[in-house]
């Protein structure tokens, strides 16, 4: 089965810097690459996901690379604003299996003032 | 339009109680799905239904651990005989239709406590 693995585990950046965030995957066949963020004591929520036929997405201030020769995907938040301050989680299955979805163990950011 | 909701948001029971986790998917949705988060860790698959089917519960636990999904009412996680070892936060998500390219929406969790 798919194994995402997600760096750092913690990041610490000052307001108006950028932040990025990496994950790997093990399954080539794997073609759906969602980011999620979650706030403390609420559930996850979807805020971008890139397919395999693209090699970047972008939405605003984030944007999500991916590199599918090295399975890795990259999410890049720039000018951050202290409400940027909350977990994230890549998680990468193929399309058509959302049972099959594998989340990395999650990215902690804190965007200082 | 309301989303995901998730009840009770804290439950705590003592060891070998039973856990009942209530889940409304959002108003059109018909696919729902359970995922544990254990402390620091990401979510973990447990089960897929769509209405009074399971399609996918290769993620459950094969004792103690079932789920539901009636043709009325919310989707049930039920835990029979809780073991400290099932404290963890239980999320729910829903889809309007299968495909993992279809967003997942996701309620605010139901924080299980085993004494």
């Known amino acids: 089965g798919e194994n995402v693995e997600q760096h750092p585990s913690t990041l610490s950046v000052q307001e108006g810097d950028s932040a990025v965030i990496k994950c790997t995957y093990s399954d080539s066949a794997s073609n759906y690459f969602p980011w999620y963020k979650q706030e403390l004591g609420k559930g996850p929520q979807l805020i971008i996901d890139i397919r395999s036929n693209v090699g970047e997405k972008k939405d605003q201030r984030i944007a999500v690379t991916l590199n599918k020769t090295a399975k890795h995907f990259s999410l890049h938040i720039t000018e951050t604003q202290p409400e940027d301050s909350a977990v994230y989680f890549c998680?990468?299955?193929?399309?058509?299996?959302?049972?099959?979805?594998?989340f990395g163990t999650g990215t902690r950011l804190q965007v200082t003032l | 339009n309301a989303g995901v909701m998730q009840n009770p948001r804290h439950l705590v029971r003592r060891r070998g109680q039973e856990a009942r986790l209530r889940c409304s998917p959002m108003k059109g949705h018909s696919h729902v799905y359970w995922y544990r988060q254990l402390p620091e860790e990401g979510l973990k698959f447990m089960v897929y239904?769509?209405?009074?089917?399971?399609?996918?519960e290769s993620g459950m636990p094969k004792e103690r651990f079932s789920a539901e999904f009636p043709k009325e009412g919310p989707s049930i996680l039920r835990i029979q005989q809780v073991v400290r070892g099932d404290s963890a936060a239980y999320f729910c998500?829903?889809?309007?239709?299968?495909?993992?390219?279809?967003?997942?929406?996701f309620g605010s969790g139901t924080q299980l406590s085993v004494l």
């Open positions: 998680a990468g299955t193929l399309t058509g299996t959302a049972s099959k979805l594998t």
């Open positions: 998500a829903s889809s309007p239709r299968a495909g993992a390219d279809e967003k997942l929406f």
């Open positions: 239904l769509q209405k009074e089917n399971i399609i996918d």
